[in-house]
């Protein structure tokens, strides 16, 4: 999922200097689990924003497991709320950056809405485990090195993203010579490799990586999902599972 | 008959099972070279080639090759050139290695390099697009098969040899073996190590290097005589697996106290000789094929160091 913090308040005042009319959009997915996007923060931003003057217009609030990069999904929320977008001076995207752009785009090119749009949030990237605690663990490279490295990414547990690692710095305890609270993400590998017999991969030379494939923007087409059958789907695992 | 692959005299010295001494060089952060050059005339005829160091500890520094082709211009000391891969992706990397080629570099050391943020411009963008082992690899594919790594053709590649750094001290010996022989598979045609102090550290190594099969190049195994107390503390403190011994640091605390700064060098210069000699006379019993004496701003001190193995 990508990890996100809420920017400062003072920097969100000064992208709305001058807008009046906010309406305020939230995420049922990544912002929801860092509460930078679920309906509870987007009550307490749109109260730190009235004390400062601001007319909140709308809160849409997208309930969890509703991504708002989503489109098939959010794109019904925005639907709904298209006087109150229409009359807007300013949206306020409570998202990472994919959930501000898909958003936009949808108003721009599908609703005919052209407005100033900010996102509240930054971004921090991939980042797995939780509940409170969460760790980048994909780079999202385009080439994953997993099947060769026990399952440990080198390139974003290791600090210099080492291929062939370690380098020199590997601390005494194991630890990273850029963080001393971080394992050494190559010694955690290399004893992974020894605990599942695949020490010979180790010793192999991996190939300079491919970086020709996170030329940006990436584009991808999938068959697109028949998403009532999804909805069935997850409503019937629920029941099954006794929620 | 098959041509010798010899284009250096730190080769050659090598080859011929000489015990060979390397020294260090580490241009400044400055506009001018005139110190590395002094230093480098009072290494002549003591040590075989110098390494010049690239952004040694991430500090930004004179370009290594250009040091490099002025020390050689300048004083005739053959050099080792470092490049290292946090500043560098492998298009500049290979610009480098050609470079080094017409500029008469006939050595390179290939290293990873110490992360940005330990340096002067923390905030600096790191680059690693290429390892240690990689830029080894590079460089034999460039020099044997006059090819980049997309299999591009290189017109009259450039002759030279390429080193690689390893750690005899790591706490991780195992891993430090495995990883020392994957460099060899790449390429690497001799090693210079990281500080030890220790006797026992190089015996270790040394075990452990015949403990998984042997590595055929030849080793040379770093060492660093302290100018003062706070460079040997610093070693001690902040450098990954290096041990300096409680006497010699002891030893070297003690000259704090000297007040003339004469008497105080020649003190420290003498607590050197008394440990070093031990040092070097141990080495010469072991697998070792030379010393490289990082011995930056205190070259007076390695011929005292060399009668040991004259």
Request: glycine share 8%; with cysteine.
């Amino acid at each position: 999922m990508m990890g996100q913090t809420q920017k400062p308040l003072e920097e969100i005042l000064k992208y709305l200097n001058g807008r009046r009319k906010i309406v305020l959009m939230g995420c049922g997915g990544c912002a929801t689990i860092f509460h930078t996007g679920d309906p509870e923060a987007i009550d307490r931003m749109a109260e730190a924003l009235s004390k400062n003057g601001k007319e909140i217009i709308a809160k849409i609030k997208l309930p969890f497991g509703v991504f708002c990069c989503y489109l098939p999904m959010s794109s019904q929320f925005l639907k709904m709320h298209q006087k109150d977008l229409e009359a807007a001076d300013a949206i306020l995207m409570m998202s990472c950056g994919d959930g501000t752009q898909a958003v936009r785009s949808y108003l721009d090119n599908e609703m005919g809405i052209v407005k100033p749009i900010f996102s509240a949030n930054n971004a921090l990237g991939f980042v797995g485990e939780g509940p409170a605690n969460f760790i980048e663990k994909c780079l999202g490279c385009g080439d994953c090195v997993l099947p060769e490295t026990a399952g440990i990414c080198p390139l974003t547990q290791c600090a210099k993203g080492l291929l062939n690692g370690p380098c020199g710095g590997t601390t005494p305890d194991g630890k990273c010579e850029v963080d001393p609270e971080k394992d050494c993400a190559w010694l955690q590998i290399f004893r992974r490799l020894e605990k599942i017999g695949e020490l010979d991969k180790f010793a192999e030379i991996r190939t300079p990586k491919d970086w020709s494939k996170a030329t940006r923007p990436r584009r991808l087409s999938v068959e697109p999902l028949d998403l009532m059958a999804k909805l069935k789907e997850l409503k019937n695992t629920l029941v099954s599972m006794g929620v | 008959m098959v041509e010798e692959r010899i284009f250096s005299n730190l080769m050659r010295e090598l080859k011929a099972g000489k015990f060979v001494f390397t020294g260090e060089l580490e241009p400044g952060k400055e506009g001018s070279i005139e110190t590395t050059i002094e230093a480098a005339r009072k290494l002549l005829g003591q040590v075989t080639a110098c390494n010049v160091t690239d952004n040694p500890q991430s500090f930004g520094c004179v370009n290594s090759l250009a040091a490099a082709f002025m020390v050689q211009k300048e004083t005739g000391m053959e050099c080792i050139c470092q490049l290292r891969c946090s500043d560098k992706n492998r298009l500049a990397l290979l610009s480098d290695v050609l470079a080094a080629g017409l500029l008469g570099i006939k050595n390179i050391l290939a290293i990873t390099g110490d992360y940005v943020s330990l340096g002067d411009t923390p905030d600096v963008k790191p680059v690693y697009d290429l390892d240690s082992t990689l830029l080894t690899r590079m460089i034999r594919m460039i020099v044997d098969e006059g090819k980049d790594f997309r299999g591009n053709e290189i017109r009259n590649p450039p002759k030279l040899h390429v080193g690689v750094a390893a750690n005899p001290g790591s706490e991780f010996l195992d891993m430090e073996v495995y990883k020392l022989k994957r460099k060899v598979k790449a390429g690497a045609e001799f090693v210079q190590t990281q500080v030890v102090f220790l006797p026992e550290v190089v015996d270790r190594f040394f075990a452990k290097v015949k403990e998984v099969g042997g590595i055929d190049i030849p080793i040379l195994i770093g060492i660093f005589p302290a100018k003062s107390y706070a460079e040997a503390k610093f070693f001690h403190e902040q450098v990954s697996g290096v041990i300096v011994p409680e006497d010699y640091m002891a030893k070297l605390k003690e000259t704090k106290e000297i007040k003339d700064k004469e008497k105080r060098k020649e003190r420290i210069d003498q607590i050197n000789i008394e440990y070093f000699t031990g040092f070097l006379e141990h080495l010469k019993s072991t697998p070792a094929a030379g010393c490289h004496i990082m011995a930056v701003g205190y070259p007076e001190i390695i011929p005292e160091l060399r009668k040991v193995v004259a």
